[in-house]
């Protein structure tokens, strides 16, 4: 879990959070660095968390370059995104995809390997209409390093998408740009085994963590049960999603929310 300015920020694939590795803080940029493994087909999603800043924020999410809309936290609490919205009660789910295709020759993308997670301070300036549906990009047409990119997996159910969404300004006049920054490298572990990011004793200590994880739990519960989206049915609907700066979602260029 990557942590600065009161918040937190961690990528879970497998049903636990990924090891992160050479951690980096670059306290001028408010950004924090690191590189986790990523292992072909498995899904995973992106989770942050306000330890308490009592400050409404905004968050938006690039994947290799791509801009998606996170969640909006009011002043503390946690969010997360799994995947981009592909309709009114469906979504894509973000996967790590392996790319076999050698001859591919994407645009130049400086962002391409990273998921990288940009929080903004806002206060919130009444409503505005739910943003609209996105066209993920075609893995074929970017530069891939390593064989992994971010892919998008079919679709499935999701919640229902609110009908509006929050017009934002900027808190004060420091926050035109994002309060806090967290850059997550992905590569296989092949890759971050080669070049020395990850040790083979960081490789069998992660292992181990799997099989803990893999097998059932043996405790009992004895407290009451509390009602949940698996039992009801239902799925619980989170707060709405800001709009991502279209023009400021090309690929090439740094984003800076400002």
């Keep these: 879990m990557l942590t600065h300015r009161d918040f937190s920020a961690w990528i879970v694939s497998n049903n636990q959070s990924l090891p992160e590795y050479l951690v980096a803080v670059d306290e001028k940029a408010s950004r924090v660095s690191c590189w986790v493994p990523s292992e072909a087909g498995k899904q995973f999603s992106v989770h942050w968390r306000d330890h308490g800043s009592n400050v409404h924020t905004c968050s938006f999410i690039s994947l290799d370059g791509f801009v998606v809309p996170g969640r909006f936290l009011y002043g503390t609490g946690a969010a997360s995104r799994e995947g981009v919205r592909s309709g009114p009660t469906s979504e894509r789910p973000f996967v790590f995809a392996e790319h076999r295709d050698a001859s591919s020759s994407g645009d130049c993308n400086r ?3 990273t998921i990288m997670l940009k929080i903004k301070r806002v206060r919130l300036d009444g409503h505005k209409r739910a943003n609209p549906f996105q066209t993920v990009p075609d893995a074929s047409s970017r530069a891939i390093i390593s064989g992994h990119c971010v892919g998008y997996g079919d679709e499935r159910p ?3 998408q609110s009908p509006s969404t929050w017009q934002v300004k900027p808190y004060d006049r420091a926050s035109n740009g994002s309060y ?16 020395g990011i990850m040790s083979e004793d960081d ?7 799997s099989q803990r994880k893999a097998r059932p739990s043996q405790r009992r519960v004895t407290s009451a049960p509390v009602a949940t989206a698996q039992a009801t049915g239902t799925l619980i609907t989170p707060s709405p999603s800001p709009s991502p700066n279209t023009k400021k979602m090309e690929p090439t260029v740094c984003f800076s929310f400002a």
């Design 111 to 113: 962002n391409a390997g």
């Design 158 to 160: 999701t919640y229902e």
């Design 180 to 195: 806090v920054t967290f850059v997550f490298r992905y590569r296989p572990r092949e890759f971050l085994l080669s070049q």
């Design 203 to 209: 490789k069998t200590a992660e292992s181990a963590v």
